[in-house]
T-cell receptor, first 116, second 115 residues
Framework: DTGVSQDPRHKITKRGQNVTFRCDPISEHNRLYWYRQTLGQGPEFLTYFQNEAQLEKSRLLSDRFSAERPKGSFSTLEIQRTEQGDSAMYLC??????????????FGEGSWLTVV | AQTVTQSQPEMSVQEAETVTLSCTYDTSESDYYLFWYKQPPSRQMILVIRQEAYKQQNATENRFSVNFQKAAKSFSLKISDSQLGDAAMYFCAYRSPGTASKLTFGTGTRLQVTL
């Protein structure tokens, strides 16, 4: 088990282009989260999945953002028509839900997005 | 909504010394979970320690311990015998009870460890 992996680790794109990030959670983890982190700030929650169902979306997730987890395994986060304000680290995390909210959430190394 | 406040943007400690990082939070819930995460320059967030609010005993993990003051809504992290590898950003995080909950983070404290 290699932990939560994210790809690509770094992405530079021109404003207006679309970008997609992929996250592979720890195998058998049924909960998958996306967070966004800007410099000098803590991570901010974007959305999460329970298996393939997207159960909650933050107000931060504008219409240009879409996340999927089609088979309940890996997830993708797509940003359409990128803006400079989208520049941030996008963190993926996963956990195994077993009846208590104390389940540890494991994070990936993140995907850095720079919009120029 | 819950909020988490870390009032120390940066802290410095000498190797082998002890340092305490502060965290306060605001909530109306009586049961919840608190966490300290470490984010080294490689950027992967690593869980350091966690505390269940219903437990009065402070959590400890090797050189890391917390001072949990529920009435004051305070959750500080003490690092003993600091090592160079402890240098990182440290984030305090709150999680509500129930399985449909996510983490709410503070803004972080950058810890420098000097020789």
């Amino acid at each position: 088990d290699t932990g939560v992996s994210q790809d690509p680790r770094h992405k530079i794109t021109k404003r207006g282009q679309n970008v997609t990030f992929r996250c592979d959670p720890i195998s058998e983890h049924n909960r998958l989260y996306w967070y966004r982190q800007t410099l000098g700030q803590g991570p901010e929650f974007l959305t999460y999945f329970q298996n393939e169902a997207q159960l909650e979306k933050s107000r931060l997730l504008s219409d240009r953002f879409s996340a999927e987890r089609p088979k309940g395994s890996f997830s993708t986060l797509e940003i359409q028509r990128t803006e400079q304000g989208d520049s941030a680290m996008y963190l993926c995390a996963s956990s195994l839900v077993s009846g208590t909210a104390g389940n540890t959430i494991y994070f990936g190394e993140g995907s850095w997005l720079t919009v120029v | 909504a819950q909020t988490v406040t870390q009032s120390q943007p940066e802290m410095s400690v000498q190797e082998a010394e002890t340092v305490t990082l502060s965290c306060t939070y605001d909530t109306s819930e009586s049961d919840y979970y608190l966490f300290w995460y470490k984010q080294p320059p490689s950027r992967q967030m690593i869980l350091v320690i966690r505390q269940e609010a219903y437990k009065q005993q402070n959590a400890t993990e090797n050189r890391f311990s917390v001072n949990f003051q529920k009435a004051a809504k305070s959750f500080s992290l003490k690092i003993s015998d600091s090592q160079l590898g402890d240098a990182a950003m440290y984030f305090c995080a709150y999680r509500s009870p129930g399985t449909a909950s996510k983490l709410t983070f503070g803004t972080g404290t950058r810890l420098q460890v000097t020789l």
